[in-house]
């Protein structure tokens, strides 16, 4: 009895989300609202879309936002008015998406979140989020920090990705997270670097300059490699030795920390995939051609690596992920 009811309901659900059981999955025309290009995981990210949007036959809609909420708003009103047969979606910040999601879903298109989460009372205005766990990879982050100093004291500067996104209050969770039990680790400074190496440098040499030329940090905890190559420029040219005499932990695994650590200045990242489309796409390739709704969440992987981890091989093996 449960079963039918639990069918019945999935299959009003995918009606009123405008599934059609004949449609043909191949030559769906999708609009992607991308964030912009801040770091070298997005560009990545965006590479692998258009890939993958390519080998299944997707007329991709793309648009670039700039990093401005406002963008992203305007073009999904823009794919809504085209008619498009679904919207994928990498929300800068988890809020303000109410009242256009709900437009999307009035005309029956259904929208995929990619890489970021957002922040709604209401229900079913997205069909499947793709991301990482967030607070994990904080965790990872903290977990390896704890370890990696023992007892020894350790004042730790944090550079935080853009303001009110999910990553950055969800790795920021998971970090503080797990270095609370430590009582030897402490954050002295935390700032926003907005997930950019330009950024991250700047906020990085304000940390240097107030920290006594940065003879009191330990170590740099980034929500972003891109922030920590930054941060790594600045501390370099502050005559300070990343990886040696201030360890560095960030998130992405890009190839250049592999570099980085290749070149004894950075120690270790924790890996977030590019492919976030794949997944989205088969997503609502079930969805539009037999109504399947997809699970709420589809959580993508997240490793460690260290500089004991051949950091030059890795670096090669990006080239096949679309870096
Ligand atoms: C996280 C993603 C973040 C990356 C950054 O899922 O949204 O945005 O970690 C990017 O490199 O700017």
Known sequence: MKTTLSLLAATALAFCWGANTTYAADHMTVGFSQIGSESGWRAAETTVTKREAEKRHINLKFSDAQQKQENQIRAIRSFIAQGVDAILVAP????GWDAVLQEAKDAKIPVVLLDRNIRTEKKDLYLTAVTSDQVHEGKVAGDWLVKAVGSKACNVVELQGTTGSSPAINRKKGFDEAISAAKNIKIIRSQT?????AKGKEVME???????????ICAVYAHNDDMMIGAIQAMKEAGLKPGKDILTISIDAVPDIFKAMAAGEANATVELTPDMAGPAFDALAAYKAKGTMPKPWIQTESKLYTAKDDPMKVYESKKDLGY
């Open 92 to 95: 800068v910040v988890e809020t």
């Open 193 to 197: 670097g907005d997930f950019t190496r």
């Open 206 to 216: 304000s940390f240097i300059k107030a920290e006594n030329g940065g003879k009191g």
